[in-house]
């Protein structure tokens, strides 16, 4: 006689056991070592040079200068980021800088405009040099480093020919204040810089409010979450790192005109790269430009309208650079295409596009920055400090490499 058996039922998986504290720190480091990497780089090289310079580097003015010198540079690299994420280069940055700087010194200077009339006008003569190349590169398919390289040297010819070989100076005061100039003081007489506390105050409510936010959506779905005591202590590091800065500037003068100006660009573009449409299709094309066209994007518009942004921010930093020299002159803007490059780079861009945050651009500049400051002030050679800032720049591009390698194992 046989007999049959019932098959038992699939029993339900039994709960996954949990994980440790440190467990899930190192797999939290591990998956995001590309977007946190640049800035543990970044506060490794304040804490050295604060104390290799005996903590010169972190006095207030020395900061507020480090952000004034280095304005320009961070403006081109959040531009230059989105172009690279794309899977483009722009090499003519540098020279339209120059160009946007002359024209800006002639509107001011041989004809007597308003300072405001010709900052709108440069922005819009940055916007037509970009749809010009723009349009090249996605309408008629000339690859991007060509176009731009005939760019880099039209624009600097143009410089040339505009400034006739010599600087034109003075600008207007207001116009010098984009570069140079502080938020004005309000309120009551403190030891610090009132206004200052108040744009510090409303940045740390608005990061906690927003990692809260974050932290709700994902327990709302069902997703895993930070333990609550490295959450807390994240919470915790991102409001002394904002303080601490705070009352830096604020026992100075204040916040700088050109901080105000990136934080701007830096919310605003960085909002668009991650929750607007174009911002989705500029990573889609970069990351897998026949699959993107396969799913509706139109490659050509967006292609076109990263280099009109790319334009107009070469634009703003020609108008800060001037602004900051108080002069329009031939030579300037040498190397700032490298500069922004290298920064994007050190910042997590990856060299075949689809990667990178307009954050990262930041912090890489802010890298390339602190490093050409601390360098000086430790009177490290300007030859030296080349070749340690190309040997930074290799590391990052080889640290981008390994990565890929090992993610796609």
Known sequence: MTTTTTPPKDAPAPPPAPRSAGA??????????????MLVALAFLVVLFQIWTDGTLLLPSNVSNLIQQNGYILILAIGMMIVIVA??????????????????AVMMVKHDLPWVLALVLSLLIGAVAGAWQGFFIAYVGIPSFIVTLAGMLLFRGLTQIVLEGQSLSPFPDGFQNIAKGFIPEMGPYTQYHNPTLVIGAATVAFLLFREW???RRQLAHGLDVTPAGLWAAKCVAMTAAVVAFTL????????PVVLLIMCGLLIGLGYVMRNAVI??????????????????VKDRRVTFLIFVNMGVLAALAGCVYAARLNAGTPQAGLNFELEAIA??????????????????????????????????LVNIGTDYQQVIKGL???????????????AGR
């Open 24 to 37: 899930l720190l190192v797999e939290l480091a591990r998956a995001n070592m590309r977007q946190y990497g």
């Open 87 to 104: 899977g483009h280069i722009d090499l003519s940055v540098g020279s339209l800088v120059a160009f946007v700087g002359a024209m800006s």
């Open 213 to 215: 936010r974050h932290r």
């Open 248 to 255: 830096t500037l604020a026992s100075f003068h204040g916040v």
């Open 279 to 296: 911002g989705r299709h500029v990573y889609a094309l970069g990351g897998n430009k026949a699959a993107a066209k396969l799913s509706g």
């Open 343 to 376: 920064a994007s780079f050190i910042g997590g861009a990856s060299m075949s596009g689809g990667v990178g945050t307009v954050m990262g651009a930041v912090i890489g500049g802010l890298v390339l920055g602190v490093l050409n400051n601390g360098m000086s």
């Open 392 to 406: 930074v720049l290799l590391a990052a591009v080889g640290f981008d490499v390994w990565n890929k390698r090992k």
